[in-house]
């Protein structure tokens, strides 16, 4: 998408030098020759100040592309960090209510009570260790998509920034070294 707005700039500011060129062809008083001089200096300086506009609008969305893959490889890293971390809770409660169960195997009569009371217990920790992780992890993962909204504000402002000036730049009159 951003390489469709950046040809659609190019070109406005290509076909903006255009017609601002012929505008000033037909109601310039100086002699074809000197006309057509400044009009060709004016088409390179458009032409230049497009390439140099393309040139900053390609190194920020090179950055857009890196900032984009070093937060995706923190979520994708984080993700990895939670799921071991739910396996490793996981295989600690299996291991655990197997024990247990061979405990109420042995003396179903004493323990039947509680082992269900400390298995609850567990669950519960296990369960609350589990969404407090999630919850953090939410909540990371949305504070790094704020972090990069912002970012992307800020470039988008800068853009804008650069292409006005590029613009107010544009609509400056050519001086000519040749005198009048």
Not at 13 to 37: D, Y
Not at 146 to 160: P, R
């Amino acid at each position: 998408m951003a390489d469709g707005n950046n040809r659609s700039f190019v070109l406005g500011a290509l076909l903006g030098s255009v017609v601002g060129a012929s505008i000033a062809f037909v109601i310039a008083p100086k002699p074809g020759r000197e006309l057509r001089q400044d009009l060709n200096k004016g088409s390179k300086q458009a032409v230049h100040k497009a390439g140099e506009l393309k040139d900053t609008v390609q190194e920020k969305g090179a950055v857009y592309k890196d900032i984009t893959l070093e937060k995706g490889a923190e979520w994708k890293e984080k993700g990895a960090d939670f799921t071991k971390q739910t396996t490793q809770s996981t295989a600690a409660l299996t291991k655990d209510m197997k024990e247990k169960t061979t405990e109420f195997a042995k003396d179903v009569s004493d323990k039947t009570k509680d082992l269900a009371t400390d298995m609850a217990e567990k669950t519960k920790s296990t369960t609350k260790e589990v969404t407090d992780q999630a919850k953090e992890l939410t909540e990371d993962a949305k504070a790094d998509v704020e972090e990069l909204k912002e970012t992307a504000k800020q470039d988008t402002k800068d853009l804008k920034e650069v292409a006005k000036e590029s613009n107010e730049s544009t609509d400056d009159p050519v001086e000519t070294d040749e005198p009048h």
